[in-house]
């Protein structure tokens, strides 16, 4: 294994995963504060499983989104 082609693989996948993911959410808080369902002073649950094929992996995260 290349060490530093697997580390800047990682670290692409992630900025992508990071970026894709903000786009997302931000997008559906708009759509929900459009639609009325969310006031925006909410703090939403958030959580990301992390899985690898060919790796017994899976990962979990959780976490808090505060909108004001």
Request: net charge negative.
């Amino acid at each position: 294994m290349n060490d530093d082609t697997f580390n800047m693989g990682t670290r692409k996948f992630l900025k992508v995963v990071g970026v894709t993911s903000q786009r997302e959410i931000e997008r559906a808080v708009n759509d929900a504060l459009a639609a009325g369902t969310l006031k925006g002073n909410e703090t939403l649950k958030a959580r990301v499983v992390l899985t690898i094929e060919g790796l017994d992996l899976s990962h979990e995260i959780k976490g808090d989104i505060p909108l004001e």
